[in-house]
């Protein structure tokens, strides 16, 4: 528990890694067809539907799923509470690697990706994208900051520059986690606003003003149980200690996060009466499921104690935060857009679901060798543990 | 087609929920320009002989279509705007007899309608998408990113994109001839116009001209003209026969799309007060953890 983050020492080339490795294989094939051929080649996309997963997944999931870093990071470092400081690593890497993924995922999805710098020349301040997109390429960068002690650790006397900008960076770290939380306040709730420009379009049961406020309380919900997932995840895999004295007390935090935000979220939906739109439909069961599954039972599971206690309920719980979330952005950036001319439903291509499994497999593959490489996790050696 | 029950609700909601924004809803400001170029369509004079589409099509140096232009088996289905098709006519059959005791078609003219306060212009993260002073709202390629979000933004889903281009796909759409009025010249589609359906102006003075055809013609013309108020006034306003959500006009409410968005943002991040404030409050916060550990010894851990 007490024990220093270090690289861990388990065989890197499981067969896990390798069907990771085979994903990602199978994800760069269609990014050579996407880029020679364009987008239609590979994707379902059209003129009624001009967003779809790559923007709802990898894009808006992937960023709410990346807040277990700004949480933790609050936590452990703002509020002072060092007894979680196991799980800030961890979760900082998390959150480097998601948003790498997440800019990754701009770049495949814009059609003229090498213009991709055109934003910040051409800056129109009105526009929800160009905010969303300025914050989240700063953040980008303050999180490889506060990583940089971790990767100089064991780079630092190789790489001379390394240790030097190191050395230079640790003395503001204070300035540079205070920053990556306001960052991420900012850019998680106007990832909500970005819908709030088509209120025509989206589905009434899910448009609301409010959106950017439900982004931002369901973002910091989402945080804690994305930690406890991540870490008994890899405490599964890695063979680690259990870290359910860190996560025990962490996930009534997650609770309260919880509740905050269900209570916010249903009192908008009641108020402004979206539940008369609840009938039969698909839409419909795809709320449900988001606000039911995702919402409200795990947090009757999470303010059990005996769940909070046990390894496996609070895993499952977790989870369910994690998959309503995912549903939820699903939802407002695929499932609800209407348009009123649409000649079909739009339906993921194959290529677009091997890009997204591929870059979820980019994702835990670099994952698992940063922690091989890095001083990630606070792990024994291999030894100690048998 | 919209079903009329689940739109109305939409956009009452909408209003509604526009309503209850915070605090800074009333000081956003239109942008409009004062009295712009515009065009009146007449639904009831237009005889669907497509020569507006023909002559967009020349003057954009768009490619020649499928089947010609005067093929009438293309009116056939309901078309939308494409990338090589700026404008479309479309028919339609709403149980109004004409001589003869036949159905009597009704052609509408669909293309980008100019918006006053366009959602797209607003989206646009660089600024492709611009509204004119001259009231055309034109799309700059070598400004564009390929977000699309120009495309979700639209009401009127109008904007098409190039997806089968690898390197240099364009969002394509009506221009309102921005060329031609710079140098005084009508749109080409209003130049063509053998049935004076497509009438050019000033926005206040083709109002004006609106009102005089339903004034004087109650009888003909249902007493809306749509674009007047819809999304806070578009350049483009028609005028129809039968109501217009029977002829696929998306039923919108009159305020500016861009408003709750733009407030938002307005209200946020104004002079970027919010972010600065927070920082702020984070650092004292900060200040007093890192105090309390030091004077509590060998409490103190992390790299920070
Ligand atoms: S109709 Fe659509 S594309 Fe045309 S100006 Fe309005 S929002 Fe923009
Ligand atoms: S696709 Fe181009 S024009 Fe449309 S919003 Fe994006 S950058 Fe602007
Ligand atoms: S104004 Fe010009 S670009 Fe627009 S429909 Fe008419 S001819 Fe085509």
Redesign the pocket.
């Given at each position: 528990m007490t024990a220093e983050p270090r690289p861990v020492d388990r065989c890197f080339w499981t067969p896990g890694v390798w069907m990771l490795t085979a994903l990602m294989a199978a994800a760069a094939l269609t990014l050579i067809l996407r880029f020679a051929f364009g987008l239609g080649m590979v994707t379902n996309l059209d003129n009624a539907h001009p967003w779809g997963i790559w923007i709802g997944i990898d894009v808006a999931a992937g960023v709410a799923l990346a807040a277990g870093g700004f949480t933790t990071a609050f936590l452990g470092h703002i509020l002072g509470r060092h007894y979680y400081e196991p799980v800030t690593r961890p979760a900082l890497l998390t959150a480097a690697l998601g948003y790498t993924m997440v800019a990754f995922a701009v770049f495949v999805d814009l059609g003229r990706s090498w213009a991709i710098w055109k934003f910040l020349v051409f800056q129109n301040h009105r526009s929800v994208l160009f905010e969303v997109g300025i914050c989240v390429m700063t953040y980008l960068l303050v999180l490889w900051i506060e990583l940089l002690p971790a990767v100089a650790a064991r780079l630092g006397r190789r790489v001379r520059l390394l240790g030097w900008i190191d050395r230079g960076v640790r003395k503001t770290m204070g300035a540079f986690i205070i920053l990556g939380v306001v960052l991420s306040c900012c850019h998680q709730s106007s990832l909500g606003s970005l819908m709030v420009i088509a209120p025509t379009k989206l589905h009434p049961l899910w448009y609301t003003p409010w959106l950017p406020l439900h982004f931002l309380l369901s973002a910091i919900a989402v945080g804690f149980p994305m930690v406890v997932v991540e870490t008994g995840l890899a405490t599964r895999s890695l063979h680690l200690d259990s870290e359910m004295p860190v996560l025990v007390p962490l996930s009534r935090l997650a609770a309260a996060a919880l509740g905050v935000a269900l209570v916010v979220r249903l009192g908008d939906f009641v108020a402004r009466e979206s539940h008369l739109f609840i009938d039969g439909s698909g839409a419909s069961i795809s709320l449900l499921v988001e606000l039911v599954l995702g919402g409200v039972l795990p947090l009757i599971m999470l303010l059990i104690p005996a769940v909070r206690r046990s390894r496996g309920g609070l895993f499952v719980a977790a989870a369910l935060v994690v998959l309503g979330v995912l549903i939820n952005r699903i939802n407002v950036f695929v499932v609800a857009l209407s348009p009123p001319f649409a000649e079909h439903a739009y339906v993921p291509a194959a290529g677009e679901l091997i890009i997204t499994a591929g870059s979820v497999a980019a994702l835990m593959f670099l994952y698992r060798a940063a922690v091989t490489y890095l001083p990630i996790l606070s792990a024994r050696k291999l030894e100690e543990v048998h | 087609m919209i079903t009329s029950r689940r739109s109305f609700l939409q956009v009452a909601t909408t209003v509604a929920g526009a309503s209850t924004l915070p605090v800074a809803a009333r000081a956003w400001e239109s942008r409009a320009p004062d009295n712009p170029f515009a065009?009146l369509v007449d639904l009831t004079r237009c005889i669907g002989c497509r020569k507006?589409e023909e002559?967009?099509n020349r003057?954009?140096d768009l490619p020649a279509p499928a089947q010609s232009f005067e093929d009438l088996r293309t009116l056939k289905s309901e078309r939308r705007p494409t990338t090589t098709a700026?404008?479309v006519i479309n028919r339609y059959t709403t149980g109004v007899l004409g001589s003869g005791h036949r159905q009597q078609p009704i052609y509408v003219?669909v293309?980008?309608m100019h918006c006053q306060d366009p959602a797209c212009a607003s989206a646009c993260p660089t600024g492709a998408m611009a509204k004119q002073a001259n009231g055309a709202v034109t799309y700059d390629p070598s400004q564009c990113i390929g977000c699309r979000y120009c495309l979700i933004a639209c009401p009127f889903q109008i904007p098409a994109y190039e997806y089968e281009r690898a390197l240099t796909p364009r969002v394509r759409k009506?221009?309102?001839?921005f060329e031609?009025l710079e140098v005084g010249k009508l749109?080409?589609?209003?130049a063509i116009c053998p049935a004076d359906a497509?009438v050019f102006g000033r926005r206040r003075q083709l109002l004006v001209e609106a009102k005089r055809r339903i004034r004087e013609r109650p009888a003909r013309y249902v007493s809306h003209i749509y674009g007047e108020h819809e999304v806070g006034g578009t350049s483009w306003l028609y005028l129809s026969g039968v109501p217009f959500p029977h002829l696929a006009f998306p039923n919108l409410p009159s305020q500016a799309i861009p408003r709750p968005t733009e407030s938002i943002q307005h209200a946020l991040f104004h002079n970027l007060w919010s972010p600065a404030a927070l920082f702020a409050l984070l650092a004292a916060v900060m200040a007093v953890t890192r105090r309390n550990d030091d004077e509590r010894p060998g409490t103190k851990g992390g790299e920070s």
């Open positions: - | 065009c507006c002559a967009c003057v954009n700026y404008t003219k293309q980008c009506c221009t309102f001839c031609r749109p080409a589609c209003a497509i």
